[in-house]
């Protein structure tokens, strides 16, 4: 009798385990990145990181980027140029609402745009802005932009996302309940853990497959590699530990997908701080690295070597790792001429990644070889943006700046590394209004050369972007375009 | 000196300690490779005849690395134990001297409160307020030692205090101060090497703990603590780059512990007489 019980009730389980089984596909997914974003205001900072959590996801602009790089329709689902190129009408989608369920129209827009081109507006990346004369609402879903000149990358800048749409009613409260107009919605930051996100059921689009996405944060590369193999996360985008890769790739569990980005990694030099206000001491130290020792060393050799601000994938880049090649001899001799036969004293300060931290250590080394000593500090993000970033207490820092085609940074004199030329300030402007794309190409490439020859900074190579994550996942994005993790075609499969 | 080696756990701590010690002296004039030059083409090789340890993440040698980890880690916990004795010793010496009086009192709720924190937190604390460097761990770590120091001296003497021969000290005229120095402390000596000896072990682990989570001697400084962490991601790539630095905080601190047991055994008379 006991066990005929014992048989059924064996029986039911398997059945039970087997309908579990046959139920649909995962609906959830756990995301992990190895930075949190310090608020979840994209319209209002440079961290990445918000964007990675939250572009397209929550978040949305007039266009978007797909994830080959390219300038797809987002809100507005087309668009008019005026001969000139000077006015924009934009047709938006009908019935598109907002998490809170306000209407978003043409208003909106107007707002957004405004409040990001304003004289008090704290976008990180107001040169994106800088064009607009005007913004006119003409109808609710159609909104009509003056540009003071003609920009051919108009289309372009609307996909960051420093120009996703917010609303005014919800405004104040952004920086920790945004509410946008994506796929998912907001749903709850545990500080230092995680962010959740949760389907948005009114989505004015392709409804996303998931119902609930959770952003893990894990700065550790140790613990990040951990919670992969324990299957803690579902998937890990930005893979900190590059020596691990080869694991996964052999493990049939995990998928790696190993991308390009628009991440130039630089070691940054404060322009306007001694020595460093003396080109020959920038270039001594730029002839003072040997690039492929960080690639190997740092990266285990991921990723592309560069030799001025521009990815390596865009048609318009030049290779010039010429100007900057491993030379110590030449370096000494420069920093003689320089007026240093000894070297000198300077800090090195490092964000979290292990990018900056490893290569920070085969840097220090480099320029210990040539009579550079340098002290290293190792900070957080948030204290690296206090000091480095806002601050300009530094002499020199390693970042990877991951915004697509942003070598506008050297036009703004107010920069963290302080660049004030006027010449390339003015070769950007034309660059900015110039509509052939011929002559374009053939500015940035004068820009890309200028840069590089004035040793701005060491520039040293293109992050790739390693994703591992579950076999099983398909839709995640392979290349970064953007900093984004655009979930919202991401699904499980069997 | 027969006493000594006889010990059965002092030889084998004896011998420890002295190689490791001997590893941080010789570091001071000569290593096989410097560790502050990388050689990122040949890292991560296994252990060969040119390096015996094999080579780190960076190419750099990690025998050269353990010498040099091995003066981190011992100058750092020497000179804890040291600030740990120069305080602690003269606050229990007086404690002791004037028992009960209000001085005792403030000396030794002070000590509590030291006592009551976690030590590693409060170490984590003060670098990361002062910043993550080793001249920080050691004061962090030196403080905790504070208190050891003052409770055992302490202790010791006031059951020294009631001896006779002190009291024939006192009747013959001489001040507290001094007979705490002329007649306690040689006679709480004994005690404080012995207890010196684990808390110079318990140092070593403390940096070694504070530099695996950064807080420690930053780089180049080279120290064992650091190198376990960085190696971490790396362990089923190449296992050498964790083992060595592992297995030199095991055996120092192993060294060290069976160093102060022996010690104990044979500076105390009194178990001395009840072993053999």
Redesign the interface.
């Known amino acids: 009798m006991r066990l005929k019980l014992f048989g059924n009730g064996l029986i039911s389980a398997l059945a039970l385990a087997a309908s579990i089984g046959i139920a649909e596909a995962k609906t959830d997914i756990i995301v992990a990145m190895q930075l949190e974003p310090p608020h979840l205001d994209p319209t209002s900072a440079a961290a990445g990181a918000i964007d990675s959590v939250l572009y397209s996801n929550v978040f949305e602009g007039l266009t978007r980027f797909g994830p080959d790089g390219s300038v797809n329709p987002g809100l507005a689902k087309s668009w008019t140029i005026s001969e000139d190129g000077k006015t924009y009408t934009f047709n938006l989608h009908d019935g598109v609402k907002f998490h809170d369920g306000t209407d978003m129209t043409a208003e909106d827009v107007k707002f957004s745009l405004d409040r990001a081109r304003g004289d008090d507006s704290a976008n990180a990346q107001k040169a994106l802005f800088a064009g607009i004369e005007s913004v006119e609402v003409i109808d609710p879903v159609t909104v009509k932009v003056t540009l003071s000149e003609a920009n051919s990358n108009f289309l372009f800048n609307m996909a960051w996302g420093d120009a996703v749409i917010v609303a005014p009613e919800t405004i104040a409260d952004i920086k920790t309940n945004p509410v946008g107009t994506g796929a998912f919605k907001f749903s709850d930051w545990v500080q230092g853990d995680k962010i959740d996100l949760e389907k948005n059921p009114d989505y004015w689009g392709t409804p996303a497959q998931l119902d609930n996405v959770t952003f893990k944060f894990i700065s550790d590369?140790?613990a990040a590699?951990a919670a992969v193999m324990a299957e803690d996360v579902n998937a890990f985008v930005g893979f900190p530990?590059p020596?691990?890769l080869p694991?996964f790739e052999a493990d049939p569990r995990f998928q790696v997908l190993v991308g390009s980005t628009e991440g130039e990694t630089i070691l940054a030099m404060n322009n306007k701080l001694e020595p460093f206000d003396n080109i020959k001491v920038r270039e001594a130290v730029a002839h003072a690295i040997?690039r492929?020792?960080i690639i190997?060393?740092a990266m285990f050799g991921y990723g592309t070597p560069i030799g001025t601000h521009f990815a390596p994938h865009n048609p318009d880049y030049v290779d010039l790792t010429g100007l900057s090649q491993y030379d110590p001899e030449r370096s000494k001799a420069l920093l003689a001429e320089a007026g240093f036969p000894d070297g000198f004293e300077t800090t090195l300060k490092l964000p979290p990644p292990s990018y900056a931290r490893?290569g920070?250590?085969?840097i220090?080394?480099?320029l210990?070889?040539v009579g550079i000593e340098t002290e290293?500090?190792?900070l957080e993000w948030a204290q690296w943006l206090e000091q480095v970033f806002r601050g300009k207490d530094y002499g020199l820092t390693i970042v990877s700046h991951t915004e697509p085609m942003d070598i506008g940074i050297y036009a703004r004199p107010d920069y963290y590394f302080q660049y004030d030329n006027p010449a390339f300030q003015e070769l950007f402007a034309a660059i900015t209004s110039e509509n052939d794309p011929e002559k374009r190409s053939e500015l940035l490439k004068q820009a890309e050369e200028m840069i590089a020859k004035d040793y701005v900074n060491a520039y040293l190579f293109q992050l790739a972007f390693p994703t591992v994550a579950d076999a099983r996942i398909k839709g995640l994005w392979k290349n970064q375009p953007t900093q984004a993790t655009d979930l919202t075609a991401v699904v499980w499969e069997d | 000196m027969k006493i000594f080696l006889h010990n059965r756990s002092m030889l084998p701590g004896l011998v420890l300690t002295l190689i490791f010690t001997g590893a941080a002296i010789v570091s001071l004039v000569w290593v096989p490779y410097d560790t502050t030059v990388l050689n990122i083409a040949e890292r991560m090789k296994s252990p060969s005849l040119q390096h015996p340890f094999g080579t780190d993440q960076f190419g750099r040698d990690i025998l050269s690395m353990i010498m040099v980890g091995a003066r981190t880690s011992i100058a750092v916990a020497l000179v804890a134990v040291g600030i740990g004795m120069l305080a602690g010793v003269p606050l229990g010496l007086a404690a002791a001297a004037r028992k009960g009086s209000l001085l005792d009192e403030v000396i030794m709720r002070m000590n509590d409160l030291v006592f009551a924190f976690p030590s590693l937190l409060i170490a984590v604390m003060i670098t990361a307020v002062f910043g993550a460097s080793a001249l920080n761990a050691i004061i962090a770590i030196g403080i905790f030692n504070i208190p050891v120091f003052a409770r055992l001296t302490r202790g010791a003497a006031l059951t020294l205090w009631s001896r006779e021969y002190i009291m024939a000290a006192r009747v013959a005229g001489k001040g507290p101060a001094r007979i705490s120095v002329e007649h306690i402390l040689p006679n709480v000596t004994n005690l404080l090497i012995v207890q010196g000896t684990i808390q110079f072990s318990l140092g070593i682990l403390a940096e070694a703990g504070l530099s695996y989570v950064g807080l420690g001697a930053q780089p180049p400084t080279a120290s064992w603590g650091r190198m376990l962490a960085d190696s971490q991601t790396m362990i089923s790539l190449a296992p050498h780059l964790a083992l060595f630095p592992g297995l030199a905080i095991l055996l120092t601190v192993l060294g060290l512990n069976l160093m102060g047991d022996g010690l104990r055994d044979v500076l105390d008379p009194k178990l001395r007489r009840s072993r053999s």
Do not use: L, M, Y
């Open positions: 590369p140790t590699f530990a020596e691990n694991q040997d492929q020792a190997d060393g490893r920070g250590e085969i220090a080394s480099q210990r070889a290293i500090t190792n």
